[in-house]
């Protein structure tokens, strides 16, 4: 099936796709430093190829979102720009808006990021309360942390899981030569251990904190053989929580042979 991008469709295609399935996939990634082997596009390329690899087993439409989302704690080191939160948040709100007064009834949100991750979910919340249009949340990068956790992969900034993702993407963009064993201090692991909790926690504002080198884990892990299947297998697992999800939404779940060909 093919991927209906939205910036390559014309006006009546993009109402016609839309029409046939009135949902949108939006990825969400960020702009910023991955330590000096992997790019400061990183989250972008693995949100977007996630994303659209849903869209095209849904048969919906892919709607790139822009590149930046807000990572303060990777401002100041070079390659990172940052949205202010209330940008982030103003841009979500514009786009969901006019997506769904052009018909779209099911926003899906791709995530790769996880300092906005609570900054989307608000947004999520109120437009689905303004418009009646439903929104789900799908954070592909914890997904894909379940999925490789039982082959050795782990999702940390820049380790093997994100090599993954862009060897997926391009493996040209992994500087394998630069691979190292980042320095990490027991302090920085009890930080690191402290932000992820659910229950009682503080924050972290500069991954330096984490890691003198402004990156951890073990990129050797990621390996071409793997990579060729990451977008699908992480899209496949996304699009099967999402069918659960829609079931318990009580959404008619969309028909993607109808809305072939457009
Ligand atoms: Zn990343």
Not at 94 to 103: A, K, N, R, V
Not at 127 to 135: R, W
Not at 216 to 240: C, I, L, M, Q
Request: proline share 6%.
């Amino acid at each position: 099936m093919a991927v209906y991008d939205l910036l390559r469709l014309p006006s009546p295609d993009v109402r016609e796709v839309i029409a046939r399935m009135p949902v949108a996939v939006i990825p969400f990634g960020s702009v910023e430093q991955h330590g000096a082997h992997l790019p400061c596009g990183t989250d972008v390329f693995a949100a977007e190829g996630v994303a659209k690899a849903l869209a095209e087993k849904l048969g919906c439409l892919f709607v790139p979102f822009g590149p930046y989302g807000t990572t303060a704690p990777h401002v100041g080191l070079p390659g990172t720009i940052s949205l202010s939160r209330s940008t982030f948040e103003g841009l979500i709100r514009d786009i969901s808006h006019q997506l769904i007064d052009g018909g779209v009834k099911l926003l899906i949100m791709l995530n790769w990021h996880e300092a906005h991750s609570s900054a989307i979910q608000s947004v999520c919340a109120e437009v689905q309360k303004e418009t009646g249009a439903k929104v789900v949340l799908a954070h592909a990068h914890f997904v894909a942390q379940r999925i490789y956790a039982p082959e050795g992969g782990r999702l940390t900034h820049a380790g093997s899981i994100e090599t993954l993702a862009v060897m997926a993407h391009d493996p040209s963009l992994v500087h394998a030569d630069r691979f190292k064993t980042p320095h990490r201090t027991a302090k920085a692991e009890a930080l690191d251990a402290m932000r992820r909790s659910h229950e009682v926690y503080g924050f972290v504002t500069d991954v330096r904190d984490l890691s003198e080198d402004g990156w951890y884990g073990d990129p050797t892990w990621a390996k071409p053989e793997a990579a060729v299947h990451f977008t699908d297998r992480v899209a496949s697992e996304v699009a099967n929580r999402l069918f659960e999800v829609w079931e318990v939404l009580g959404v008619d779940r969309p028909n993607p042979a109808t809305a072939s060909a457009a």
